[in-house]
């Protein structure tokens, strides 16, 4: 019997581990329902954050940790992008195969940036991701407000980050494509900028949307709860995963930070929704864990299912070996069947799912809390 580990790596505490724990769960349920004669897998689960948010340099100590035990044949994470900028290049110097369910930044795996990441290896492709980026997450956004808000003059802001500032040219691009027209574009950095001097500046541009790139914590929870301060609260807020963040008995989540002024909030999570085998999904997910699942509890399946269907294939080729597992899951030509449907991964790593879900705040939800609640899903590319 041959043991080999596949490792979970990711934030599981504080403010990003909601979201992080489904998709831990839901490579854990991919896991335990595997069978192959002759292999047993097993997991080794590392949490990355500190001091309740994602941790970059914890996240590359805890890579080092993973390429040294050679038990280890692959990971599922990171989350989040940043921390993925500094797990990459050890994982690529090693071999070691990664599958994000949640990394959304074009630049861990696409131009010079994603090539700079892999240049000890550059033509051996260690990281692929079941999530699409940020370029689509933004036109989606657009697309829905547009079709299914009506929005047509909308202010546009970044909190001065890389993500944030991506999100919102991508969205403004998109929106004046469809005939938007995009009043305001402002950078609002959050503790520098005071957003309430902002939110009065934008009342003169007459705004039916607002539309904000970044995160809770770097100024859109502060952001929002001043537009319900003006009683600007009824126009339609819009943003990236960054904000959706749990429930509002969360205290630090958006909706907790921002209380009833969270209502007309919507977000975008870059995570498939919608998928064939989504009822079976749930209720085998529920009988597992006794919650039903997470935004990204599919995503962490998938991204198991891929590594386990190398798993194999490398067995069925003889031996199952880090870069046994590695090249059948970067192979550009396999198209492997997964929770989410049939994907295949591009020269980089990219998913061939171009799909982002909508969700929005109801104030209801969670017990009078409030709560994220599924509203749709965008899928573009190959149009």
Known sequence: MQRVTIAISLPLTG???????????????????????????RTLVLDHAVNGTYDERQGADDMTELVANEDVI??????????????????????????SPATTNPGITSGPAGADLRRANPDRIAFIRVSTTDDFQGPALAR???????????????????????????????????????????????????????????????????????????GGAAFRHQMGVAG???????????????????GESYIGLTGPAAAN???????????????????????????????????????????????????????????AVRAAATDT????????????????GDTSLKVVSIYGVDPAAANGTGDWIYDSQVTLGGE
């Open 74 to 99: 692959a990971v599922v994470g990171p989350f989040n992008s940043a921390v993925a900028r500094a797990q990459i290049p050890i994982g690529n110097q090693a071999g070691l195969l990664q599958c």
């Open 265 to 323: 909030s919507f977000g975008a999570i870059a995570a498939i929704a919608e998928f064939p085998g989504r009822d079976a999904f749930s209720v085998r997910y529920l009988e597992a864990f006794s919650t039903w699942p997470g935004a990204y509890s599919a995503p962490g399946h998938a991204c198991a299912e891929v590594i386990l269907d190398s798993i194999r294939v490398a067995a069925a080729r003889g031996v199952v070996t880090r870069e």
């Open 144 to 218: 829905f407000g547009f079709d299914e808000l009506d929005l047509r003059r909308v202010a546009v802001i970044d909190d001065g980050q890389a993500y944030g500032d991506n999100l919102a040219n991508a969205f403004g691009s998109e929106f004046q494509r469809l005939g938007g027209t995009v009043v305001e574009r402002r950078t609002v950095q959050a503790g520098i900028d005071d957003e309430a001097v902002v939110v009065e500046e934008l009342r003169g541009s007459d705004p039916d949307g607002v539309l904000f790139g970044g995160l809770t914590i770097t």
């Open 333 to 348: 030509t396999r198209t492997f069947d997964t929770v989410l449907g049939p994907l295949q991964f591009d020269e980089v």
């Open 232 to 250: 600007m609260g009824d126009l339609a807020f819009l943003a990236g995963d960054g904000i959706v963040d749990g429930p509002g008995s969360v």
């Open 15 to 41: 403010d990003p581990g909601v979201g992080a724990a489904s998709a831990r769960d839901g490579a854990l349920l991919a896991i335990e329902d595997f069978e192959l004669d002759g292999y047993l897998v």
